[in-house]
């Protein structure tokens, strides 16, 4: 099982920036890919983006791309979400998840950082 711990959430008006952080710890060494999903009150979770934590490969949700940027520090066991660009419907509570290796589904959450944009 790995352990997920997200910070960096807070309030930034439209236009800001916020970078997201999310350190993993326990059975690292099975970690095969990590996301971040988003969930905005009274909606679904939803993808936002995903990185193979050794292949570095990348994938993000369409309304995100060309403002939001995911990364990994693997010697810190951390996954960033750079936020640029942040609008009113990016509010939402920020998860990350890890998949393990062999697995199709993402096994372990974090607890969630409140995003809030102010238009």
């Known amino acids: 099982q790995v352990q997920l711990v997200e910070s960096g959430g807070g309030l930034v008006q439209a236009g800001g920036s916020l970078r997201l952080s999310c350190v993993a710890s326990g059975r690292t060494q099975s970690i095969y890919a990590m996301a971040w999903y988003r969930q905005a009150p009274g909606k679904g979770r939803e993808f936002v983006a995903d990185?193979?934590?050794?292949?570095?490969?990348?994938a993000y949700e369409e309304a995100v791309k060309e403002r939001f940027t995911i990364s990994r520090d693997i010697a810190k066991n951390t996954v960033y979400l750079q936020m640029n660009s942040l609008k009113p419907e990016d509010t939402a509570v920020y998860f990350c998840?890890?998949?393990?290796?062999?697995?199709?589904?993402?096994?372990?959450w974090g607890q969630g950082t409140q995003v809030t944009v102010s238009s």
């Open positions: 990185i193979r934590w050794t292949a570095g490969d990348t």
């Open positions: 998840a890890s998949k393990p290796v062999g697995q199709a589904r993402l096994s372990d």
